[in-house]
């Protein structure tokens, strides 16, 4: 798989494609809820989708049109929707697409909200789910088999780091035309699924693709619906094809709005939109810099940690995942690395002895960030699906930010000292 990011055509092609050459050069914020259409006929033709014009800011505003409009072209998707957050945009793709009856088949680690999303939620409303490890394809191939509406993974298992075989993953749900979902929030630019195969990518924006912390919000990216032979057309989409035969190539977007959105009102907001592209202008920079930043702290606290505190990265040739990632990943995988102090009361001293390294709930982050995991958003998780997420006591999830990779070595090194 040749899976190498141009970082400096990214770069041209952020900055250029946020900002305009005429006019305001930054994108207009446009927060009315309503908009007033020229007289009936038109708005007729705005609610049957023949006026490509703003019907009500639930269904859109031409904000977020903006930020889709980027967000589908640095993924090679079709078309995009923006979201009120990365939640938003997982939870209308599966309500969207599943029926109470129907089963989600969920390969690797997750993050916390997605798993209770499945598990719980969804479960509640009648979607059955199975999950499995990246690499059993015994699981995998048979859950296909068995006429699986929808698959679900992580391209990095968060907190886990473990790195799924994305293309052939991708291959087999094309061969058994089930519908796949790859969530991307750790790996912007450095993976693009959509041009591997994939159907629909999603993102949390509220991560790296803001990097400022300034905005909650999602997207979600979609590929074209082609003509003839489309996996949507398969019988098991049966309640979808009313949409793919009047929508066409872009009905994955009719499908998500009317199937979801318009209902749930999972939607962006203008000024989130605002501040997300924003941050997006200097993605590429930043994806470059992160990911050696990540590289460089991993193997200096592999060398320097004491006994007793340890540092997990798939960049680390002890890493079960360090043939993949210099495979599929020449490049990184995303600002996530972990640390893991044996136990709960080490894991929090160490903490609590960080002076640079912020605590927070968060990834992707310009500053680099920390968090005990069993203790707060696997809190609510028992023992068993802690080990499946790879989620044990002494545990620390790191995001790397832009700081010199030096003083954050020099903050986690001078915290495992102090313990
Ligand atoms: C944070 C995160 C989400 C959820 O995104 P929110 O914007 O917080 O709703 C989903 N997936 C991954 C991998 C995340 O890191």
Known sequence: MNNTTDFDY????????????????????????????????????????????????????????????????????FGAIATSSGMGAISMVCTAFLNAGDELLCIGGFFGGTYSLVNDTLARFGVTNSFCEVDDFTHIENTLKSGVKMVLFESVGNPSLTLPDVQRIIDLCNQYETVVMIDNTATPLLLRPLTMGADIVVHSSTKNMSGHSAALGGVAVFREVKAEGDKLLNEKYADLHKIVKKMGKKAFIPICKKR????????????????????????????????????????????????????????????????????????????????????????????????????????????????????????????????????????????????????????????????
């Open 10 to 77: 990214f770069n041209t092609l952020m900055v250029h494609n946020v900002g305009s050459r005429v006019g305001p050069i930054a994108p207009t914020i446009a927060p009315s809820a309503a908009f007033g259409y020229e007289n009936a006929e038109e708005a007729e033709g705005i609610f049957s989708a023949t006026v490509n014009k703003p019907l009500y800011a639930r269904v859109g505003n031409p904000t977020n049109a903006k930020l889709e409009g980027i967000v589908a072209s640095f993924e090679g998707g």
């Open 260 to 419: 979801a959105i318009r209902d749930l009102g999972m939607t962006a907001n203008a000024f989130g939109s605002f501040m997300t592209m924003v941050g997006l202008e200097t993605l590429s920079l930043r994806v470059e810099r992160v990911n050696k930043s990540v590289e460089t702290v991993a193997l200096a606290l592999d060398e320097k940690f004491p006994e007793g505190v340890s540092v997990n990265h798939p960049c680390l040739p002890t890493s079960p995942d360090n043939a993949r990632y210099k495979s599929d990943f020449p490049q990184g995988c995303g600002p996530l690395l972990s640390i893991d102090c044996g136990t709960k009361e080490r894991a929090f001293s160490f903490l609590n002895a960080l002076k640079l390294v912020i605590l927070t709930a968060n990834i992707g982050d310009n500053r680099s960030l920390a968090l005990h995991m069993t203790s707060t958003i696997y809190s609510d998780f028992d023992a068993e699906a802690r080990k499946f997420l790879g989620v044990h006591e002494g545990l620390i999830r790191v995001s790397i930010g832009l700081e010199d990779p030096k003083s954050i070595v020099e903050d986690f090194l001078q915290a495992a000292n102090s313990l």
